[in-house]
């Protein structure tokens, strides 16, 4: 079955610094999102991504985030510079359809610490 | 905005005991609702859905029912099985699909043999 891979599983970073997080979609999908869940809380949408650019974005999508798609096949999240609470698990997400949540796809997720 | 609430964990089970994990939501208009279902190490995944007002979604032995005068989207099983550990998310989104998932905290399950 056709699956969402995220790498790496586990990102330790200092505060400051920037990261970029990976994920390789479905290959068919059009639709790309990251999520992202801090621990102990809810899951929260950040951002949706479609035809090569933001189509939503939350209002903790702020500036030092930004998304890309830049071979065809990988989708990246970076994160500029790095906070103490930007440490969560991010998970990212591709369907075939829309925003909407018929369809979606999760990739296992990256745990981001930032130390 | 919209939310959803579901019941704290952790949640341990003696193998075969019967399931709830408590879900309820706030939303304007008509949602649809979804539990997910993430096992270690792995992704997201749909475990069932419901789009209107006394359906019911199924999966796998669980099974939960859309109640709109109550809000609530309970998660059931008859009999769990140590397989069934794993952290369960209710969700909901728009009933048109335009809008992204809300979800809750998680429930973490664990059954024990």
């Known amino acids: 079955e056709p699956e969402v891979t995220q790498t790496p599983s586990h990102q330790v970073t200092q505060m400051g610094q920037e990261v970029i997080l990976r994920c390789v979609p479905i290959s068919n999908h059009l639709y790309f999102y990251w999520y992202r869940q801090i621990l102990g809380q809810k899951v929260e949408f950040l951002v949706s991504f479609y035809n090569n650019e933001i189509s939503e974005k939350s209002e903790i999508f702020d500036d030092q985030f930004s998304v890309e798609r830049p071979d065809g096949s990988n989708f990246t999240l970076k994160i500029r510079s790095t906070k103490l609470e930007d440490s969560a698990m991010y998970f990212c997400?591709?369907?075939?359809?829309?925003?909407?949540?018929?369809?979606?796809?999760f990739g296992s997720g990256t745990r981001l610490t930032v130390v | 905005g919209d939310s959803v609430t579901q019941m704290e964990g952790p949640v341990t089970l003696s193998e075969e005991a019967f399931l709830t994990i408590n879900c309820t939501y706030t939303?304007?208009?008509?949602?649809?609702l979804f539990w997910y279902v993430q096992y270690p190490g792995e992704g997201l995944q749909l475990l069932l859905k419901?789009?209107?007002?006394?359906d019911k979604g199924s999966n796998k032995g669980f099974e939960a029912t859309y109640r709109k005068e109550t809000t609530s989207f309970h998660l059931e099983k008859g009999s769990v099985q140590v397989s069934d550990s794993a952290v369960y998310f209710c969700a909901l989104s728009d009933h048109s699909g335009n809008t992204p998932l809300v979800f809750g905290k998680g429930t973490r399950l664990s059954v024990i043999a």
């Open positions: 939303a304007t208009g008509y949602p649809s």
């Open positions: 997400a591709s369907s075939s359809r829309g925003i909407g949540a018929q369809g979606y796809t």
């Open positions: 419901a789009t209107k007002a006394d």
